[in-house]
């Protein structure tokens, strides 16, 4: 089962829901709707936001799998991949070291800088590397490791002849990582479950398997609002799940379920709001929106700060934060993203 031209619109839109769900649980994680119910609401709505990082992780899986043209060598896979994420991160990463510069930020080591540049930075187990400069820009440390395997892992994958029973063993060993972690302290806990890019590669790998299910005509038939059903209960249970469980392994499954379902929807064309035009436009740009987001915030909660600003509602700061960084995710994919793509691939789109 393929779309006549492979594209998967859906998707794109729900890229950004991803992102925003991020975005929420950063702002969430600054503190700037403290006491009354607007901290609860914000708490209830975007504290589980994390988890949209794994919703890019499955769904890089699936829509690399969907893409992969048979034949296709591993130097022109790795060169579209790193055209599609290194422009973007290192303009938005040198954009967020100058303003820790600017900001009179000493806590940020020479070697962090160097192997968050690299991508590498998701191999340290130490927060002040992986969340170093851009915090976000450790998943794009996992991100690479992932494409630099896929070109094994889709040999692997369209010889699997039972892919239902791989996704069950894949979504059992993300389950089980967790497990795993309690034997390290709790910094490196952390790290192991939500950071370590060899244990992520099981999201990346389950999204793969989907890809495949549904290209092989294999798919249950659930469809789109029952499985956007699972993931919202996923979503707000996995705040009340003990321990590190509720970082991946409580919505791992309803995510590949929901990104499978909408990818058959694209296929059949039925009815979605996510392939509407504004939609897709925020998911081309969510990206680089989640690229910025996060320097976006602390700058502004900064300047304020700075300026003396107080007293007026925190939905205000927060709109501007989202407004600038809308902004500059659309200047960056626009004149970053899209240019440097066309200009790294020429090569590979004329072999």
């Known amino acids: 089962m393929r779309a006549s031209d492979g594209r998967l619109p859906s998707l794109t839109g729900l890229r950004f829901v991803a992102a925003l769900a991020v975005f929420g649980f950063h702002l969430n994680a600054l503190g700037l709707f403290r006491g009354g119910p607007a901290e609860s609401a914000m708490g209830l709505l975007f504290g589980p936001g994390a988890i949209g990082v794994s919703f890019f992780f499955v769904l890089s899986g699936f829509v690399l799998t969907w893409s992969a043209r ?8 790795w060169r579209r991949r790193a055209a599609k994420i290194y422009p973007n991160h290192v303009v938005a990463w040198f954009v967020a070291l100058l303003g820790l510069v600017v900001l009179g930020a000493h806590e940020v080591s020479a070697v962090s800088v160097v192997l ?3 991508l590498l930075q998701a191999w340290v187990p130490a927060e002040s590397v992986f969340f170093a400069v851009n915090t976000p820009a450790w998943s794009l440390s996992c991100e690479a490791a992932f ?3 896929f070109p ?6 369209t010889r699997v002849t039972r892919p239902w029973w791989i996704a069950g063993a894949l979504a059992a060993a993300v389950a089980l990582v967790p497990v795993a972690a309690m034997l390290f302290p709790p910094p490196v806990e952390y790290w192991f479950v939500y950071v370590f890019p060899v244990t992520r590669a099981l999201e990346f790998a389950l999204g793969m398997v989907m890809a495949r299910i ?5 798919w249950i038939g659930l469809r789109p609002l029952p499985a956007s059903a699972l993931v919202l209960v996923a979503y707000f249970g996995s705040a009340h799940v003990p ?14 379920l929901l990104i499978a379902a909408v990818a058959v929807s694209d296929v059949d064309g039925t009815r979605s709001p996510w392939r509407s035009r504004p939609m897709v436009w925020l998911g081309e740009v969510s990206f680089a ?11 502004v909660a900064e300047g304020l700060d700075e300026l003396g600003v107080t007293g007026i509602p925190a939905v205000v700061p927060a709109a501007l934060m989202f407004s600038v960084s809308l902004v500059l995710a659309w200047l960056l994919f626009r004149f970053v993203e899209k240019p440097a793509f066309r200009l790294l691939t020429r090569q590979s789109q004329a072999v």
């Open 70 to 77: 048979p034949g296709q060598a591993a130097t022109s896979i």
């Open 116 to 118: 968050g540049a690299l």
């Open 147 to 149: 494409y630099l395997a």
């Open 152 to 157: 094994l892992l889709i040999r692997w994958v």
């Open 214 to 218: 549904v290209m092989t005509g294999q």
């Open 243 to 256: 321990g590190t469980f509720g970082f991946v392994a409580v919505t791992v499954v309803p995510l590949a």
């Open 289 to 299: 929106f989640y690229l910025v987001h996060h320097f976006v915030i602390r700058t």
